[in-house]
């Protein structure tokens, strides 16, 4: 199986890249991602703390594989 977890780090809650709050924002985004894997979830869009959509993830089966 693969986990694929894609967001971007553009908007203003993720402050200037590698900034202490750029950190913390990629820990919450990467966190709200997880959270909902260990729910049940397969797949789910990734929210900031603004509550902004900037990204998702999904897991996949890994080719060549049966799920």
């Not at 967001?7 to 919450?28: I, L, R, Y």
């Amino acid at each position: 199986m693969t986990i694929r977890i894609e967001f971007s780090t553009d908007n203003a809650a993720f402050g200037e890249p590698h900034s202490q709050q750029w950190k913390a924002e990629v820990c919450h985004a990467t966190s709200n991602a997880v959270d909902k894997i260990t729910n049940g979830l397969t797949y789910g869009r990734i929210f900031d703390t603004n509550g902004n959509t900037v990204g998702e993830f999904n897991t996949l089966p890994m080719e060549g594989k049966e799920v």
